[in-house]
């Protein structure tokens, strides 16, 4: 007789819509919560945010009184929504509701970690390369996730993701925008492809780490504009050279013509540039864009040059052209017959060139995460989601993403953005549905939340929350504290 086989007893996970049936000791489809037992347990730790201590200030007179003799102050725990878990149903009180006093303040933060189908990631890449044109489609394995934006100064912008891209076109698309967007997020490296073929971009983009294209890595962002770089180093070039080009894709400078030139008492030279004149000394559009000097398709700068004016230029004119990040540059002489012809560059000049890449910052690719918080997300903090958003406006709510400082968009809703760089590692994860899982955290008054009508018979003290199983990390570069009184309106009551 054949041996019966033991069926293996699944738990059901309601923590997202998905609704996963998970076997003892193994994760659901989100990789975010198990069955421990026939026990449905969230895998990360809770995280808190550790402020540092603050020094005691000097205590003279009566004030010596009232020491209790520690030498620190207002060591701020914030229990960030970092491994919280979600709220789902919808209608739920957030996973932790806590509460502490904050210089006599009773402070409580709503802690939950969203279902953001309405999300994106918008990248800031520091480069003068051209990696696509406006409206280019992303692409990362072969599957649309966002498009180019306006180009910023010295920088290259990306709109990823959002909810066209996650649930509006094939399931491979919104699986792989989850993925794209879950990592970025992460600060992960993600291998993107702008563009179509004939003209298509390879950019590897790690939040705070330098962009790499078609396998180059950037070190510089620019300085400025050419017309830029003309005005911050004219005075620096007027002894050195008798004219110098600054080779940019948007605005190239001549000393010469140019204000800063012309106030210095430089000599015209009768030079020609190709391209579309603007005001004295600017030009645009001198070459096509693309990944040379300055962000065009130029490799050799004398390209972009006409014929000099023969009744204006003279033989042995020193001629200096340069990129905007000072990373290229080359130094001619004219002849007999006004041809710029490659010399040897004096040691100034080469200090020059020095001194631009000198004053460029170092080349960054930035995420910033960007989501809405709806009407569901809301209903774990308030029984009326409408009196949160408007205790938002009202500075009355402070709102934080892991703990980081969260823009808050004008206009209707809570559409928030948050520097990933900010935010504790690993923040962010998902849901198959696909969405992604973010911690957003609401910080108010315990009077303000009992006025908003929120879950108050949840709220506990942060001491309960903490345990030896709790992650704890130190607040982002910016320092930023979601309960320093300065963020509140009430402040100007006191």
Same mark, same amino acid.
């Given at each position: 007789m054949?041996?019966?086989?033991?069926?293996?007893?699944?738990?059901r996970c309601?923590?997202c819509?998905?609704m996963?049936f998970?076997?003892?000791g193994?994760?659901g489809a989100?990789?975010?919560?198990?069955?421990?037992?026939?026990?449905?347990?969230?895998l990360?730790p809770?995280?808190?945010v550790e402020?540092s201590a603050?020094?005691?200030?000097?205590?003279?007179?009566?004030e010596?009184?009232?020491?209790?003799?520690d030498?620190?102050?207002g060591h701020r725990?914030f229990?960030?929504a970092?491994g919280a878990?979600?709220?789902?149903p919808?209608y739920?009180p957030a996973p932790f509701i806590?509460?502490?006093?904050?210089?006599?303040?009773?402070?409580?933060?709503?802690?939950?970690e969203g279902?953001f189908?309405?999300?994106g990631a918008?990248?800031k890449?520091d480069?003068?390369?051209?990696?696509g044109d406006e409206?280019d489609?992303?692409r990362?394995?072969?599957?649309p996730i966002?498009?180019?934006m306006?180009s910023e100064?010295?920088?290259k912008m990306l709109s990823?993701?959002?909810v066209?891209?996650l649930?509006?076109?094939?399931?491979k698309e919104?699986?792989?925008?989850?993925?794209?967007?879950?990592?970025l997020?992460?600060?992960?490296?993600?291998e993107?492809?702008?563009?179509e $073929?004939?003209h %298509?971009?390879? *950019?590897?983009v790690?939040?705070g780490e330098?962009?790499?294209i078609n !396998?180059? +890595?950037? @070190?510089l962002m620019?300085?400025g504009c050419g017309?830029a770089?003309i005005?911050m180093f004219?005075?620096q070039?007027?002894?050195?050279?008798?004219?110098?080009?600054?080779v940019?894709?948007?605005?190239?400078?001549v000393?010469? $013509?140019?204000? %800063?030139?012309? *106030?210095?008492g430089?000599?015209?030279?009768g030079?020609r540039?190709? !391209?579309? +004149?603007? @005001?004295p000394?600017?030009y645009?559009?001198?070459?096509e864009?693309?990944?040379?000097?300055?962000?065009?398709?130029i490799?050799d700068p004398l390209?972009i040059?006409d014929t000099?004016k023969?009744?204006?230029a003279?033989e042995g004119?020193?001629?200096?052209m340069?990129s905007?990040?000072?990373?290229q540059?080359?130094?001619?002489?004219?002849?007999?017959?006004?041809?710029?012809?490659?010399?040897?560059a004096?040691e100034?000049v080469?200090?020059?060139a020095?001194r631009i890449?000198e004053?460029?910052?170092?080349?960054?690719?930035?995420?910033l995460?960007?989501?809405g918080?709806?009407?569901s997300l809301?209903?774990?903090?308030t029984?009326?989601?409408?009196?949160?958003t408007?205790?938002?406006r009202?500075?009355?709510a402070?709102v934080?993403?892991?703990?980081?400082e969260?823009?808050?968009?004008?206009g209707?809703g809570i559409?928030?953005m948050?520097?990933?760089m900010?935010?504790?590692s690993n923040?962010?994860?998902y849901?198959?549905?696909?969405?992604?899982v973010?911690?957003?955290?609401?910080?108010?008054?315990?009077?303000?939340y009992?006025?908003l009508?929120g879950h108050?018979?949840?709220i506990?003290?942060?001491?309960?929350?903490l345990?030896d199983?709790?992650?704890?990390?130190?607040p982002?570069a910016?320092g930023h504290?979601?309960?320093?009184k300065?963020h509140y309106?009430?402040r100007?009551?006191?």
């Amino acid at each position: 007789m054949a041996e019966r086989r033991v069926r293996e007893e699944k738990i059901r996970c309601d923590a997202c819509p998905v609704m996963c049936f998970i076997a003892d000791g193994k994760p659901g489809a989100c990789d975010r919560y198990a069955n421990h037992g026939g026990e449905l347990v969230r895998l990360d730790p809770l995280t808190i945010v550790e402020h540092s201590a603050e020094l005691v200030p000097f205590l003279q007179g009566d004030e010596a009184g009232d020491w209790d003799g520690d030498v620190v102050k207002g060591h701020r725990r914030f229990v960030t929504a970092v491994g919280a878990g979600t709220t789902y149903p919808d209608y739920k009180p957030a996973p932790f509701i806590v509460s502490q006093e904050i210089e006599g303040v009773d402070m409580v933060t709503v802690v939950t970690e969203g279902i953001f189908s309405y999300c994106g990631a918008k990248v800031k890449i520091d480069t003068d390369r051209h990696i696509g044109d406006e409206r280019d489609v992303v692409r990362v394995d072969g599957e649309p996730i966002g498009h180019v934006m306006t180009s910023e100064y010295g920088s290259k912008m990306l709109s990823l993701g959002g909810v066209e891209h996650l649930t509006g076109g094939s399931k491979k698309e919104g699986r792989v925008t989850c993925d794209a967007l879950m990592a970025l997020c992460n600060r992960e490296a993600v291998e993107m492809v702008i563009g179509e $073929e004939d003209h %298509a971009t390879t *950019v590897m983009v790690q939040a705070g780490e330098a962009p790499v294209i078609n !396998g180059q +890595r950037e @070190t510089l962002m620019r300085v400025g504009c050419g017309s830029a770089a003309i005005g911050m180093f004219a005075k620096q070039w007027r002894d050195i050279v008798d004219e110098v080009v600054v080779v940019d894709d948007h605005i190239t400078g001549v000393l010469s $013509e140019h204000q %800063a030139g012309q *106030v210095l008492g430089v000599p015209p030279t009768g030079i020609r540039i190709k !391209g579309r +004149r603007s @005001t004295p000394g600017r030009y645009f559009q001198v070459a096509e864009p693309g990944l040379g000097w300055g962000g065009t398709d130029i490799e050799d700068p004398l390209t972009i040059l006409d014929t000099w004016k023969p009744n204006v230029a003279w033989e042995g004119l020193r001629l200096f052209m340069v990129s905007t990040t000072g990373e290229q540059w080359a130094y001619y002489e004219l002849d007999s017959d006004l041809v710029p012809q490659a010399g040897e560059a004096p040691e100034a000049v080469r200090l020059s060139a020095e001194r631009i890449a000198e004053n460029c910052e170092p080349s960054v690719s930035s995420v910033l995460f960007m989501g809405g918080a709806g009407g569901s997300l809301r209903a774990g903090v308030t029984e009326n989601p409408v009196r949160l958003t408007r205790s938002v406006r009202e500075a009355l709510a402070k709102v934080s993403c892991g703990g980081a400082e969260a823009y808050v968009w004008p206009g209707g809703g809570i559409t928030v953005m948050a520097d990933v760089m900010e935010m504790p590692s690993n923040s962010f994860g998902y849901v198959p549905t696909p969405a992604i899982v973010a911690p957003i955290e609401f910080t108010m008054r315990v009077s303000d939340y009992a006025a908003l009508g929120g879950h108050v018979e949840e709220i506990r003290p942060v001491e309960v929350v903490l345990g030896d199983e709790t992650r704890k990390v130190g607040p982002g570069a910016a320092g930023h504290d979601p309960m320093e009184k300065g963020h509140y309106r009430w402040r100007d009551d006191e």
